[in-house]
């Protein structure tokens, strides 16, 4: 009894030795199976996005006080006194294949509410497309410079313009545009589609740069029949670069943009009196300008000669019409012509540091005779010398002049005279006269005429931002 007793106490002890034997066992295997696993590889943090615009924006803009003051003309109608308001706003996004731009100006003139008007220069999109980023697709607003001459530009017609400006520079509008451009081995071939016809800014009676009437809104002209603005107009340019000279060669169908004709389609012919008005109140108040659809050919060359720049350029018109308009000296039609000019420039820097430049231009319309074309444009047969001297100071001092001269017709001038300078980072100041001097010498006024002794001095102020 006792003995198994003493063997089942002897046998639990064991047994109790024995769990904890092995349950340290345990513990310590386990131990060492934790301390050989590896430790988790720490979180990364996730790649950031690049972002979706990668180029760079960029915006400015102005704001100008426009003053000028004509010499009295004695008409009570007309405003010899200007002062406007000029506001310019521009933003700009560019990276590596797209370009994106805004730019519009806006003027109000209390004086004259003819001259209120806003406009886009600018407002497109375009992009790079290809491996080699060598097609260019635009589609927006756009201005165009396709003129290598300083006052006289045959070549420059795709823009409508604003009348009541400086007439050998008149401002330009923005026009809708569709294009599609290749990068050549030598510079690029372009194609254009123009989707509509951007009406011209006319200045109204009251101004002293007008005819002295309203104009009503222009009237395009598709061979017989008058048709809206929303019409298709094409071309294709190449811009060639022979090291030394640059080329361009550019074919357009479209609405002339500066040889309109002014008057009335709805006439009848009288048997004793003639091209009769219908409406001759119209007619003489409120006379239509007919703009015609034409095909130009022509091109620009700038070529950097020794020390100077020789600058030619010249086109082609065939109008596609036989429409007359009756007008103040009688029945016209469009007739085809060639327009070309060419000139001059040399450069040169004294050693105080002014840089001179020197212009000398000149034009001339051909395929029409003397009257017609006089008829057709202020400057058919001109020529321009003139210097604009950079001072080169901390101000950006600039003098600017220029004479044009009608070799055909007599007494017909048009001389300019300007002076610029900034007054700090943010403010600039111009100042000038311009004085037109073109008598009439017949019973009707043609070309320069219409504005002769329209002499002004004008002062602008200008606040960049």
């Keep these: 009894m006792k003995r198994s007793l003493f063997f089942l ?32 590889a720490p979180e990364q943090a996730p790649e950031p996005e690049e972002p979706f615009f990668t180029g760079s924006w960029s915006g400015q803009g102005e704001v100008a006080f426009e003053f000028r003051k004509f010499k009295d003309d004695n008409v009570a109608t007309t405003k010899d006194t200007g002062a406007a308001i000029f506001t310019r706003l521009e933003t700009k996004y560019e990276s590596d294949v797209s370009k ?17 008007f806003v406009t886009f220069e600018d407002a497109y999109l375009s992009n790079r497309l290809g491996e080699s980023q060598g097609i260019k697709v635009l589609a927006g607003y756009k201005l165009f410079n396709w003129t290598a001459t300083e006052a006289f530009h045959p070549a420059d017609q795709i823009n409508s313009r604003n009348y009541d400006s400086d007439l050998e520079n008149l401002e330009k509008k923005g026009e809708l ?50 048709i809206g603005y929303s019409v298709g107009q094409f071309g294709a340019m190449t811009t060639i670069n022979l090291g030394d000279a640059d080329l361009s060669l550019h074919g357009i169908t479209h609405y002339d943009r500066n040889f309109p004709i002014t008057g009335t389609t709805n006439f009848v012919i009288h048997p004793s009196l003639g091209p009769v008005p219908v409406n001759s109140t119209e007619f003489t108040t409120t006379p239509t300008p007919y703009y015609f659809k034409t095909t130009q050919y022509g091109g620009t060359l700038q070529w950097s000669l020794f020390d100077m720049l020789l600058k030619l350029e010249g086109v082609a018109r065939k109008f596609d019409s036989e429409k007359e308009v009756l007008t ?24 105080s540091g002014i840089e001179w430049t020197w212009f000398l231009e000149g034009n001339a319309i051909l395929g029409v005779d003397k009257d017609r074309r006089a008829e057709m444009s202020a400057f058919q047969r001109d020529v321009m010398g003139g210097f604009r001297m950079a ?75």
């Design 9 to 40: 106490i002897f046998m639990g002890l064991s047994s109790s030795a024995n769990a904890v034997v092995t349950k340290k066992k345990v513990v310590k295997k386990t131990k060492q199976v934790r301390e050989a696993r590896p430790a988790p």
């Design 100 to 116: 994106h731009v805004l730019r519009f100006f806006s003027r109000v003139d209390p004086k004259d509410s003819d001259r209120d």
């Design 177 to 226: 545009t569709v294009e599609l451009a290749f990068d050549t081995p030598v510079g690029a071939l372009s194609f254009f589609y123009w989707p509509r016809f951007e009406k011209p800014e006319f200045p109204g009676s009251h101004s002293r740069l007008g005819l002295g009437v309203n104009l009503k809104d222009p009237a395009l002209i598709d061979g017989t029949q008058e």
């Design 328 to 351: 103040a000296r009688g029945i016209r039609k469009p007739v085809d012509h060639q327009e070309v000019a060419g000139g001059l420039e040399y450069t040169f820097t004294l050693e």
């Design 391 to 465: 001072f080169n100071n901390i101000m950006g001092s600039e003098l600017y002049a220029t004479a044009i001269h009608d070799i055909e017709r007599d007494r017909e001038n048009l001389f300019n005279l300007s002076y610029s300078q900034r007054l700090s980072d943010q403010w600039k100041f111009k100042t000038g006269v311009r004085v037109y001097s073109a008598p009439v010498k017949g019973s009707l006024p043609q070309g320069l005429e219409t504005l002769n002794e329209d002499n002004h001095i004008f002062f602008n102020i200008y606040r960049y931002f």
